[in-house]
Each structure stands twice: as C-alpha cells, then as structure tokens.
C-alpha cells in the first residue's frame, strides 16, 4: 500500500516514516504545506494520505475537501490540536482518523487500518444515497410522465404506466429516459 506523507514537522515526521516503512507500507513524503495535496495526490497516486501537523488550517481543510470530491483517499491526521471545533472541521473535511499527539510508532498501523475501514464504509454509503437519489428522481420522472399520460389521453394510473413501459420496450430504452422524451414532449407542446 502506497502512503503520501505530507510532512510539517520534520522530527515527528522522521518517526511517523519509520513506523508507516516497518508496517510494511510503501512511503512517499511530501514535505512543506499540504495545499498542494491535489497536485501530490495526481501525480503520486497514493492509496492513503497521512498528514502530521501542528493544527489544519482552513485552507488545508479545504484542500481536503476539494480533493476528497475529486480524488477521495482515506485520510490519516496526525495533530496537535486538541480542539474539538478543529477536530469536527477536519472529520467534515474528510479526515477518517484523527490523532492528536498519539503518534506511538506501534500504533501507527492500526491507525492506517482503521482509517481505511471507516473511508471503505463511508465510501459504499456515500454510494448507496447517490443510488437511492438516482432511483428516487428517475421515480419523480415516471410519476410526472404518468400524470401527462392520464391527463391528455385519458388513461388511468395503471394504463398510462403500461404505456410508458411498453415505449420504452419498443424503442430499447431505459423506463426513466421514456418518461423524460414524454415530459419533454408535453412541454413543447405545451
């Protein structure tokens, strides 16, 4: 597994690169600020990041966010802030382990693991609304489509969804695309 160490503190950070290379991981530092972490995350692709700081600041926790939209990796913080407000921006901001001054090297594994467990479930329920979403509208556009239907042919419920089914059949298309070609339609039309 291939670690982006994004490094602001060099004495911890010589420790933290120890530990991470004698868990095994493969260690790719980037030292100075971590504003630069999409560019780093581009070009090195790594399959977690791990940053130690004195504290995030806003623009890191941006770059966080922007980055975890773009290019999401689970996200290790190694901190010495201790405060809860900076502790909740950096968790909203994608970080799935937050460690403040806990930087024991025989811990550093379990840490990275878990921060992995967490981003995986995260990631799968992240996915599972944007399903859920996705089916929902499609739902709305059936719906909408079917109440067209019922209004200008005079069909009822059961009839104007048939229809649209069997539209969508003949022409080999998707049930919510016929529902849109009907919305789209009756708006035209007017």
């Given at each position: 597994?291939?670690?982006?160490?994004?490094?602001?503190?060099?004495?911890?950070?010589?420790?933290?690169?120890?530990?991470?290379?004698?868990?095994?991981?493969?260690?790719?530092?980037?030292?100075?600020?971590?504003?630069?972490?999409?560019?780093?995350?581009?070009?090195?692709?790594?399959?977690?990041?791990?940053?130690?700081?004195?504290?995030?600041?806003?623009?890191?926790?941006?770059?966080?966010?922007?980055?975890?939209?773009?290019?999401?990796?689970?996200?290790?913080?190694?901190?010495?802030?201790?405060?809860?407000?900076?502790?909740?921006?950096?968790?909203?901001?994608?970080?799935?382990?937050?460690?403040?001054?806990?930087?024991?090297?025989?811990?550093?594994?379990?840490?990275?693991?878990?921060?992995?467990?967490?981003?995986?479930?995260?990631?799968?329920?992240?996915?599972?609304?944007?399903?859920?979403?996705?089916?929902?509208?499609?739902?709305?556009?059936?719906?909408?489509?079917?109440g067209i239907l019922m209004k200008t042919r005079g069909?009822?419920?059961?009839?104007?969804?048939?229809?649209?089914?069997?539209?969508?059949?003949?022409?080999?298309?998707?049930?919510?695309?016929?529902?849109?070609?009907?919305?789209?339609?009756?708006?035209?039309?007017?």
């Amino acid at each position: 597994m291939r670690v982006l160490v994004v490094d602001e503190s060099r004495g911890r950070g010589r420790v933290l690169r120890a530990a991470l290379e004698e868990a095994g991981y493969e260690v790719v530092v980037s030292r100075g600020a971590p504003l630069a972490l999409l560019e780093h995350v581009a070009r090195v692709q790594p399959d977690v990041i791990v940053i130690d700081t004195e504290s995030p600041t806003r623009d890191v926790l941006e770059h966080l966010v922007v980055m975890g939209r773009e290019q999401p990796r689970p996200i290790v913080m190694f901190s010495a802030d201790a405060a809860q407000d900076t502790i909740r921006e950096a968790v909203r901001a994608g970080v799935a382990a937050y460690v403040v001054d806990g930087l024991d090297p025989g811990r550093v594994k379990s840490i990275v693991e878990v921060a992995c467990a967490r981003f995986e479930a995260y990631q799968r329920l992240r996915d599972e609304l944007a399903e859920t979403q996705h089916k929902l509208s499609e739902r709305k556009l059936v719906e909408r489509a079917k109440g067209i239907l019922m209004k200008t042919r005079g069909l009822d419920e059961e009839a104007s969804y048939a229809a649209l089914r069997k539209l969508a059949m003949d022409r080999g298309k998707r049930l919510a695309e016929v529902a849109q070609q009907v919305i789209d339609a009756a708006a035209l039309l007017g």
